[in-house]
């Protein structure tokens, strides 16, 4: 069992590239978010899909889109890559309705915008 | 949004027992409390949740009084791989639909020394 996956887990781009992260969760979860940490700082919530379909806003939307490609995939797309965006990104999913409430988190996709 | 206050950092020693009060003074109703734990270069980790009174498991206590609008982590017995960042995250993480948003705060660095 798997859990949440990222792809990749480190990449470095010149400003101006763009690119996509990737996760997939195998646990059957509603629910999926993408965040963004600094260094030394807390998380800060970029977007998040609450069903399949569906994708909303969270604090630094800001130079970023998302798309949830079906129930198990959502992706983070920089269209245009600026060095604020150097950061690391973590996907985390969760089931609503469920019994747990737990927010399950990937191990990080590590970006450098040079 | 339940916003979330807690101290930036903490130092203890081995052995001790550490708690970490979080401020949530705007909670909502369906809103749950959620402990992360978070080591360097990893995603973070759920450690215990609550909604009111007491909470333990094999790792951990929540301590919620009566009007929610803070809540305590208990730690007993910290050893020198406890060292983390602890994370306070209120929400309606069991929501029937829709968990929304789901924000941190800048979350508790614990030092823990031998």
């Known amino acids: 069992n798997a859990g949440v996956t990222q792809t990749p887990k480190f990449q470095v781009l010149k400003t101006g590239q763009s690119m996509t992260l990737q996760c997939a969760q195998d646990m059957n979860h509603n629910s999926m978010y993408w965040y963004r940490q600094d260094p030394g700082m807390g998380l800060r919530l970029i977007y998040y899909s609450a069903s399949e379909g569906t994708t909303d806003k969270g604090e630094v939307p800001n130079g970023y889109n998302v798309s949830r490609l079906n129930k198990r995939e959502f992706s983070l797309r920089l269209e245009s890559a600026a060095p604020s965006q150097t950061s690391v990104y973590f996907c985390?999913?969760?089931?609503?309705?469920?019994?747990?409430?737990?927010?399950?988190f990937g191990e990080g996709s590590r970006l450098t915008v040079l | 949004l339940a916003k979330t206050t807690q101290p930036i950092s903490m130092d203890s020693y081995e052995g001790q027992e550490v708690n970490i009060t979080c401020s949530h003074n705007n909670i909502a109703t369906n809103d749950y409390i959620t402990w992360y734990q978070q080591f360097p270069s990893q995603g973070p980790r759920f450690i215990i949740q609550g909604y009111k009174t007491k909470v333990t498991n094999e790792v951990a206590s929540l301590f919620i009084p009566a009007d929610r609008k803070s809540s305590t982590l208990s730690l007993p017995r910290v050893s020198l791989s406890d060292t983390a960042v602890y994370y306070c995250l209120v929400g309606d993480m069991r929501g029937s639909s829709n968990t929304g948003k789901l924000i941190f705060g800048q979350g508790t660095t614990l030092q823990v020394k031998p």
């Open positions: 985390a999913s969760i089931l609503t309705g469920g019994f747990s409430g737990e927010l399950f």
